[in-house]
């Protein structure tokens, strides 16, 4: 595994999270984004990315595919509806849920993610690592 990378099965121990349906926590995440607002996530957000969100409906998991998010992690233990679920499901987005709030989350991961030391792991978009 590359410097920087941690698998999703590592962000949802680090997060306490749980799946929200059998996926594959195997999957190498290099970079995380977070965002409530999914215009963000379009215009800042980049290709590979997980995405820390409290906005556990259609719109994120639709936001995602269209983007290539690898998987998303729902914030203050929000569960989006079923429908939403088989829509991941279908779409081949891992979800989880954590108690976290966004802000601690997303600061454990950046912690994680600098202590392996990789550049471009998190803690800019694609426009600011230029």
Not at 42 to 70: C, E, F, S
Request: glycine letters at 8%; proline letters at 4%; one cysteine or more.
């Amino acid at each position: 595994m590359a410097v920087g990378v941690m698998r999703l099965e590592e962000v949802k121990n680090l997060l306490g999270a749980e799946t929200l349906w059998p996926c594959d926590l195997s999957v190498e995440i290099e970079s995380v984004g977070a965002a409530d607002l999914m215009s963000d996530v379009l215009a800042l957000g980049w290709p590979g990315m997980l995405l820390l969100t409290g906005l556990a409906n259609m719109q994120a998991v639709r936001t995602a595919a269209v983007a290539d998010i690898k998987a998303i992690v729902f914030v203050r233990g929000k569960r989006p509806a079923q429908a939403v679920i088989e829509l991941a499901q279908q779409s081949g987005i891992p979800l989880l849920s954590t108690p976290m709030i966004m802000f601690d989350a997303a600061g454990l991961l950046y912690t994680e993610m600098r202590s392996r030391k990789s550049e471009s792991a998190v803690g800019a978009s694609r426009h600011e690592r230029g």
